[in-house]
């Protein structure tokens, strides 16, 4: 198992997590299983910037993003060198620190501050 050491979120991990996760799966199933509730409006397919995650420790050990998922990162809100879609990012053998930004698109569409 990796650990995923969550960052506080105000709505969503008010107080940060710590969970275990497996090598294999993406890092937006292992905070679903976990009940972290991240947004993902496209169902997990990468077609938006809901999940949008910033890897702040453990980042080299992921998978390599796409092309896609790269294209898609150009529209995320806060995006940083260390940004990933979560649901494209896969968890390796190596610890991660993940911080989610306080906003999404969704949000900010929708007018949620």
């Known amino acids: 198992m990796t650990q ?3 960052l506080p979120h105000v709505e969503l991990c008010p107080d940060g997590s710590v969970i275990e996760a497996t090598p294999g799966t993406t ?5 679903l299983g976990h009940g972290i509730d991240i947004e993902h409006a496209c169902e997990k397919s ?5 999940c949008h995650v910033i890897v702040r420790e ?8 796409t092309e896609d998922e790269e294209d ?23 610890a991660l620190v993940v911080e989610i930004p306080r906003y999404t698109i969704n ?7």
Do not use: Y
């Not at 453990?58 to 993003?65: D, K």
């Not at 949000?107 to 501050?113: N, V, Y």
């Open 46 to 50: 990468c077609a938006c910037t809901t």
């Open 72 to 94: 898609l990162l150009d529209k995320a809100w806060g995006l940083e060198p260390q940004s990933r879609l979560s649901c494209q990012a896969v968890v390796g053998e190596a």
């Open 107 to 113: 949000m900010a569409r929708e007018g949620k501050h």
């Open 4 to 6: 995923i050491i969550v």
């Open 27 to 31: 890092v937006c199933d292992s905070l």
């Open 58 to 65: 453990g980042f080299e050990s992921l998978n390599e993003a």
